[in-house]
């Protein structure tokens, strides 16, 4: 059956910390009449340099915020460009996105304008066929649907997330022992309860940052580490590799001094350099349970990333790429030539479009790279990050904390895919299974 595109219409929501954000809605036209999908773009705090460039538009309006200007890219430029198009060919719309912009770092309409056009066309494109999005991702990807990823669940915040906190911006909870996802999910559920009571004991008030993870005051990272092993145990497991174990997302970027090569870890009073990071964290990995760290330096040291996996070498702990891949096919190429990574954080809105999505999970595979599909801080109840994880079979997943319904719907929805596919579950061992 053919469907072709026949509406593109975007315009102006909030997001979940109240800002500005693109949503688009695109509507198919075939013989059985009309199929609509919509898509909300999520946004970053943490962003790297080389993402596709989100567009914003200035001046006074929500804090220069607004994204006036790449809604009315969307219907004035993007729709034309794709009307009439088969809704179900996402990579020649995604071309064609690509053209109408006419920039490599799609700034000229804004990434956050095109991929809210990509999206939306996929979820056209799966009413038009008759398929669930996770099966019309898989499809797109050409594999059967995945398994349920593992989720790797925020428990404490700092960084960008949590402005006056600690540097490091994620502490994350990974229910390794969990056999199945619903009891992941409990089992993040009592260890997130059990560090909330220890928290309020303790004389501080149980606030979350933006992605819902708690912020107390943190004295020094291995005292994050501790806090949160206490919390494991008080909720009758055991902080380890084969039950609960942790990872961090460093986001090292953001608090990196480009003009004299230092990172100030001002919340611990302390300055260091690569090789002081470099201990830092093997450190951390020798002395607490840990699975998995993410952009542990800035984002263009990949030196320093080869030298930490070097130093990790025989250790069960993943190096993921967030800022240093960009979601990027050149950068993922990049890192396997020089080894600097063994992970690929994949966040949408960093590619610009699902098919340069789909072509980073394509590269991370041919070269045994883990997947990771990524929410960003700020998002919408919009759940398709959840479906395209499920679709390509990637073996983890990030999406904040047990906490704020940005959060719980893609949590929610994991479960409602669970139901719907009989899919199996990627956790239950470290490393999970990643599907080639
Ligand atoms: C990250 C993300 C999600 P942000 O750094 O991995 O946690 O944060 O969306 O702010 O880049
Ligand atoms: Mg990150």
Redesign the pocket.
């Known amino acids: 059956m053919n469907a072709t595109i026949a509406d593109v219409d975007a315009w102006e929501v909030l997001d979940s910390r109240g800002d500005p954000t693109v949503r688009v809605a695109v509507e198919a036209e075939s013989e059985d009449g009309r199929q609509r999908g919509v898509f909300t773009v999520?946004?970053?705090?943490?962003?790297?340099a080389h993402e596709a460039a989100e567009r914003r538009d200035g001046g006074d309006r929500y804090g220069g915020r607004g994204v006036r200007g790449a809604v009315e890219a969307a219907r004035a430029e993007l729709a034309p460009a794709v009307r009439g198009m088969d809704v179900t060919d996402q990579e020649a719309v995604d071309a064609a996105l690509e053209r109408c912009d006419g920039t490599a770092d799609l700034s000229r309409l804004g990434a956050n304008a095109v991929l809210g056009v990509s999206g939306a066309v996929a979820h056209a494109a799966a009413v038009a066929r008759g398929v669930s999005l996770v099966e019309y991702f898989a499809g797109l990807a050409g594999r059967a649907p995945g398994r349920l990823p593992l989720p790797m669940v925020?428990l404490l915040s700092g960084g960008?997330?949590a402005t006056g906190g600690v540097e490091i911006?994620?502490f994350l909870a990974v229910p390794v022992g969990a056999e199945t996802y619903p009891e992941a999910l409990e089992t993040v559920h009592a260890v997130r309860c059990a560090l909330r009571e220890r928290i309020v004991d303790g004389g501080d008030r149980p606030l979350v940052a933006?992605?819902g993870g708690f912020a107390p005051p943190l004295e020094s990272v291995d005292g994050a580490f501790t806090l949160l092993e206490t919390a494991v145990r008080d909720a009758g497991h055991e902080p380890s590799l084969d039950d609960v174990a942790f990872a961090v997302?460093v986001?090292a970027t953001h608090f990196y001094a480009t003009d004299v090569g230092e990172y100030r870890l001002e919340s611990l009073d302390r300055t260091l350099d690569r090789e002081g990071m470099l201990d830092l964290v093997a450190g951390w990995a020798e002395r607490h349970p840990l699975v998995s760290v993410?952009?542990p330096l800035a984002e263009d040291d990949w030196e320093g990333f080869a030298a930490l996996r070097s130093r990790l070498t025989g250790t069960d702990v993943q190096v993921l790429g967030?800022?240093l891949l960009a979601t990027s096919v050149g950068r993922v190429e990049q890192a396997v030539e020089e080894n600097a990574a063994s992970a690929v954080?994949l966040?949408p809105n960093q590619a610009g479009t699902l098919t340069r999505t789909l072509e980073v999970v394509g590269t991370a595979r041919d070269a045994g790279l883990a997947t990771v599909a990524?929410?960003?801080?700020?998002e919408t109840c919009d759940t398709t990050i959840v479906d395209l994880a499920v679709g390509v079979g990637a073996g983890q997943i990030?999406i904040?904390s047990l906490a704020r319904s940005e959060r719980l719907c893609k949590y929610n929805r994991l479960l409602g895919i669970g139901r719907e596919t009989e899919a199996g579950y990627a956790g239950g061992r470290w490393p999970p299974a990643d599907e080639y």
Do not use: I, V
Not at 42 to 48: E, V
Not at 374 to 378: E, H, I, V
């Open positions: 999520p946004a970053g705090a943490s962003t790297g925020n960008l997330h911006q994620d933006d992605e997302d986001a993410e952009d967030d800022d954080l966040k990524s929410a960003r801080s700020g990030k904040g």
